[in-house]
């Protein structure tokens, strides 16, 4: 043992307090997690005993992690869905996952692309009527006289 290492008494309370630190500013993924884990210096039974603990008590989901985080990325970044895939894969969330974040975030894109051309229309039908209406141009009608 090193000099400046400290004997802890009980390693899975150790482990469990820095896997609560790590998510404390942000979710991570479980990869992610087990990771700084073992960086910290816990061995791999704990860390997967922790972040089994933590799964149960709904503090750690790879798939709630990978909706937040692709928002949030799209959102912020406006990056794309390939950009925001790699991203996923690089925090070690499933390829299952990753599909399944995607085709969600590509139904997102859509209903907002729908809304908006629904607006831009609106603004340029109004726009175009007024237009008319200054220009004084006859007004087409729908029915035939």
Known sequence: MKKNQEVVADPYSEAMSIALYALAPRAKSRDELFKQLL???????????????????GLLNDLEFAKLWSESRQR????SKRVIAGELRTKGVSQDIINEVIEE????NVNWNLRLNKKKSEILTSETSRRLEESGAPRWSSTYE
Do not use: F, I, M, W
């Open 39 to 57: 960086k910290r210096g816990v061995d791999a039974d704990n860390a997967n005993a922790v972040l089994d603990s933590l799964e149960l008590q």
């Open 76 to 79: 912020a970044k406006k990056l």
């Open 105 to 108: 975030l590509a139904k997102l």
